[in-house]
């Protein structure tokens, strides 16, 4: 039973830094995933895969784990180094490239 600790990236579909400044713990799976002959769904009987808890920070996740006797891995994400661009900066006479349709 080993959990992983890890701060989620965030999706595809939202500009913004929502749900991503929590650590999460879920447990590794300890069975391979089934998949049902008749309807083709994937199940498994591994109930610790519902299990996700957020904390607020790392040290907090890492505590519950050590507090409850939890096996952890504790993985870093590398945050996005990001320039502030607005959409005027396109048009701009300073702009290194050029610019066409």
């Not at 701060?7 to 391979?32: H, I, N």
């Not at 890492?62 to 952890?72: F, S």
């Not at 891995?73 to 996005?80: I, L, M």
């Amino acid at each position: 039973m080993t959990a992983r600790i890890y701060r989620p990236a965030k999706t595809a579909m939202q500009s913004g830094q929502a749900k991503t400044r929590q650590w999460m713990l879920d447990y590794e799976p300890e069975q391979a995933s089934e998949v049902e002959p008749l309807m083709g769904w994937t199940s498994s009987a591994d109930m610790k895969r519902q299990v996700s808890l957020r904390f607020d920070t790392k040290e907090e996740a890492v505590a519950y784990c050590e507090r409850n006797g939890i096996a952890y891995q504790v993985f870093e994400s590398k945050q996005p180094g990001r320039r502030g661009m607005s959409y005027a900066d396109n048009f701009a006479q300073s702009r290194r490239g050029s610019w066409t349709h």
